[in-house]
Structures are given as C-alpha cells and as structure tokens.
C-alpha cells in the first residue's frame, strides 16, 4: 500500500475495525464480534466484558482491537497510544501478544513503521505508540501506564490482579479496559461483573460456540450430548453456571433406575475405588462401560475390615469381574501402590484436583439417562441424591462411581477438539489436561522412560498400548 493510499485507507479503519479485522487477518468478523468491533470505535464506552464460550475468537478479536489501537488510532488522536495485554497466565497474554507480533511482520505498511525488532513481549512503534504482554505479577502490573488495558480468561487472572491493573489506565485520555473470558469460575470477580455490569460500568458480550462458522455442528452436538448442562452452558455458551445444591436430580436420577442390569459380554469393565478413614467406608464400584453408557454391576463397601483382608476382597472383585482397569484415588498413596503390587491394573487419580471434571461428567451421565444403576443398591442411590456440589462426607461411593466412570465422556469422542473443549487444563480448578501434552506431569512414563507420564504411571501412548495388549 503506498503511502497516499494507506492514509485514505487508516481514516477507513478509523470508523470501521470490522474493516481493520478483514484487511488484517483475511477473515470476516462474526456478527457477535463485528457488534463489538462497533462499539470498540466508540471511544466512549471504556468498559466491556466478553463471556463467551471457549474458541469463540476472543484472544484474536482483542488483539485485533490491540493492534487498531497502537495502528490506527494514534494517526487520527496524533499522539502515542499503549496498550498492555494481561492474561490470567504469562501464556494467554503471550498468544494474544503473538498474533501482533505476527501481523506487524505480515503486513509491510505495518512492519515499515516498527521503531524496532519486536521482542517477545513488545512491540514499539516509531510514534512512540507499544503494546506490551505482561505476566500476571502485580508487581510488573504496578508499573506501566497505559491507555487500552485487555484481560484475557480473566476468570484466571484473579481478583486481586483485576484491581490492581485497573489503575495502568487511570491517567489515560482515552482509558478503555477489556475484561474477557471463559466464565468457568462462578466466584470469581470476572463473573460478578458479568452479573451486575451496571453497577460496575460495563458493556456486556456474549459470544456463543453456535455463532461461529469455523467450530463444527458436530462438536456442538457431541459436547451438549457428552457435557452436564452447567459444563455446556460455560464452555460452549460463555455463559456462568453456578454449581451449588444438588449434583443430581431426582427426576433424572429415578430415571437411571432398573430392576436388573443386562451385562454386555464384550464391554469392558471398570472398578472405583474411594479408600476409607474410619468412620468413612473404603468403596468399591464395577461398573460396565458400553460405548457412551455405563452399567453398575457391582458396589462394596470396607469399614472394619483388616487393610490386608480389603485387598484381597478387591483383588477378588477385580477377578470375578475381569476388571480392565481399576482407578484409585492417589491419597493415600500406599493403599493404591499395594493394590497396584498384587499384578493389578491400578491406575492412581489425583482424585482432589480431578474431582470437578468427574462431577460434571457423572452429571451428564444421569441427567442424559446414559448410566443404570439397580434399584436395590440403595446404599449408592442414597448417597447420590444427598449429593452436593460441596458434600464432603458420606458420598464415598458416589466419590467411587466417579472414579469408574471416569472419561466415559471422552472415550467415546472422535474429534479432537473435543477432547481439548471438555479437559480444559485450567490452573485454577487445578485439573490437568491427560490429553494435552504440554500440561503434562513432567515425570518420565514407567514404561517407555521417553515420554512425560500423566496422572498415571504411563504416558498416553503406552496407556493406550497397555489397554490393547490387555484385550
Ligand atoms: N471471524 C473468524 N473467522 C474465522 N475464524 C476465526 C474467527 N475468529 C476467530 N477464528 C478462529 O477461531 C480460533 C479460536 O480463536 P481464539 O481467538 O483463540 O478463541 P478464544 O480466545 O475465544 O478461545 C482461531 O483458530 C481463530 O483463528
Ligand atoms: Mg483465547
């Protein structure tokens, strides 16, 4: 673009970012992000807040508008414009940072007026105008000022953080903040502000997974299939859920009822186990997985059995059903380990921080109908009904059942993305994605010593291998 057509074409951007977002990325907004492109324009309006489901095109709609700010805006205002992009981790804000680094290398008209090589986290133009990504300390979050302040996943940057950035924007002419995110923390101040964006001064937004063209219908369907309710309405929806009061319903649950159970000859089968602290039970689930369903077969409870005779009544279990794999709780650790001595296939769960995702997933599974469990296993069904988001005692077999089920969800899916959509590794519900490479536990798998191992002792290729030889 030569210089006479680019001025024409910045007062274009000037009143038409949706314009800026096409010539820049080579895509077409979506209508929920082109309404906020428009109003981005209006300089007005300093507060929004995007709740919007997961891969709804935040990150690369905020760094569009990052990048109209340092680009466009400063030739019309004539001055320097800065903007600082947090994210709730140093990651989230680098990916949004990234896609400017990319775009000022891609376009020339961009590249020709960089005052130098942009560094891994800025981007300094000759007027003066940079955009920086800050990690999410509050210490580098004291010092810059700024006039665009975005947050991305804000539910992860925390309190705390929201607060204390607010005031990079305080002596700005044209103070603008973004707050966007995923709003999977009910709690969090993200979701509070969503709430009562009045009160806070805040434009609201929400993007849904359905509006957009590049996330498959089928996923969609799979997801509202596989996911609780609560879970969809975050992930996909981007709207906030509160878990509290009971998990299951029990409408829905009567529903899951039957007076026998036909077993499936060919289905796997799985074992949970809950281990006990008198006075709570050690519990012990079979359960039969077919396809997306699941069958309970079996439930027994320990109380004051000797620990060697639990084993052996476990191990006896485990035999009769030809358990493919037992999942254990990991605490305590030495209970799982001797299970795990006597030959079995003892796969230890850090139940505590997986514990969210394996609620969710029992959820969908009795609120779809999608698991039978005997009428006369009332001691289970007792407890699933006095199931809360927040019970902590007696609902060891329940803790059990989860432990069975696990990925009962996810086994059954074939699309990638998933996978990745419903094991969402977020730092602050401290569940790990097993599927996800780069979030994986470090140590090395016990098997191959090559590749870093998940919440197993294995990593994802020999667990699947392992599953395979098994049967
Ligand atoms: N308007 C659009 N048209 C086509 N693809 C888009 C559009 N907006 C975003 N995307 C794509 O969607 C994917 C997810 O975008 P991203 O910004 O990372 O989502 P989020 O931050 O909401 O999770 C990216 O691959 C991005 O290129
Ligand atoms: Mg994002």
């Not at 709609?61 to 109209?68: K, N």
């Not at 205002?77 to 990319?102: A, D, H, M, T, W």
């Not at 299951?248 to 026998?260: G, I, P, Q, R, V």
């Not at 007696?394 to 996810?410: I, K, Q, Y």
Request: hydrophobic content about 40%.
């Amino acid at each position: 673009m030569n210089p006479a057509k680019l001025a024409i074409r910045i007062h274009e951007w000037r009143n038409d970012i949706a314009l800026f977002f096409e010539d820049i990325t080579g895509l077409t907004p979506t209508d929920d992000q082109e309404r906020f492109l428009l109003d981005m324009q209006d300089l007005s309006k300093d507060r929004s807040i995007i709740s919007a489901g997961r891969g709804t095109g935040k990150t690369l709609c905020l760094a569009v508008v990052a990048l109209w700010y340092v680009f466009v805006l400063p030739k019309i205002v004539r001055q320097p414009i800065k903007v600082v992009v947090l994210g709730g981790s140093f990651e989230q804000s680098k990916n949004l940072y990234n896609y400017i680094k990319e775009w000022s290398y891609k376009h020339d008209y961009i590249k020709r007026e960089l005052a130098k090589e942009p560094t891994m986290t800025e981007t300094l133009f000759i007027d003066g105008s940079w955009v920086k990504a800050l990690t999410a300390s509050e210490k580098q979050v004291r010092s810059p000022r700024a006039d665009l302040l975005i947050i991305d996943e804000a539910v992860e940057a925390g309190e705390m953080l929201i607060e204390a950035a607010l005031q990079i924007i305080n002596a700005s002419k044209y103070p603008r903040i973004i707050l966007s995110s995923t709003p999977h923390e009910f709690s969090s101040l993200f979701v509070k502000i969503w709430d009562k964006p009045s009160e806070f001064g805040y434009t609201t937004y929400n993007w849904q997974a359905k509006n957009c063209h590049w996330i498959k219908q089928d996923t969609i369907d799979k997801a509202k299939k596989l996911l609780s309710a609560g879970m969809f309405q975050i992930e996909f929806e981007g709207i906030p859920y509160a878990f509290t009061g009971s998990v299951f319903h029990l409408e829905a649950l009567k529903l899951c009822l039957f007076k026998t159970i036909q077993k499936v000859d060919e289905a796997e089968t799985i074992m949970g186990v809950d281990w006990g602290f008198y006075p709570a039970p050690t519990c012990c689930i079979v359960v039969q997985r077919v396809k997306d369903r699941i069958k309970v077969l079996h439930i027994d409870s320990y109380l004051k059995e000797k620990f060697e005779d639990v084993l052996d009544s476990l191990e006896q279990t485990a035999k009769t059903f030809q358990v493919k794999v037992i999942y254990v709780d990991s605490i305590p650790p030495g209970e799982g380990i001797r299970l795990k001595d006597r030959g079995l296939p003892v796969y230890r769960i850090a139940f505590k921080g997986e514990k969210p995702l394996l609620i969710s997933n029992l959820q969908a599974l009795v609120e779809q109908k999608r698991i039978e469990i005997p009428e006369d296993f009332f001691a289970l069904i007792s407890q699933m009904r006095a199931y809360r988001f927040d019970t902590k005692k007696e609902d060891d077999f329940v803790d059990a059942l989860m432990l069975a089920c696990r990925g009962v969800s996810t086994s059954v899916s074939t699309s990638e993305d998933l996978t990745e959509l419903i094991y969402i590794g977020r730092r602050n519900m401290r569940f790990k994605n097993p599927f996800k490479k780069d979030e994986l536990d470090p140590k090395l798998c016990s098997r191959c010593q090559k590749n870093p191992k998940w919440a197993h002792d294995m990593c994802m290729d020999c667990w699947e291998k392992f599953l395979d030889e098994q049967g």
